[in-house]
């Protein structure tokens, strides 16, 4: 499980860098939006993974 909690953290983090980049305010919300929605999916993974 540490694996995978270190695999989302890189995710999420590259995700938001290429959010940090964006071409315009909207594609950087866009961007952001991804990035915290894959977020929201691994917190739940990790959360049914404890039961």
Do not use: C
Request: proline fraction near 2%; charged fraction near 25%; glycine fraction near 2%.
């Amino acid at each position: 499980m540490k694996y995978q909690l270190i695999k989302a953290a890189s995710s999420t983090g590259a995700n938001y860098k290429e959010a940090q980049a964006a071409s315009s305010k909207p594609d950087f919300i866009y961007k952001t939006e991804i990035s915290l929605k894959e977020m929201r999916e691994q917190l739940l993974v990790e959360v049914d993974s404890l039961h």
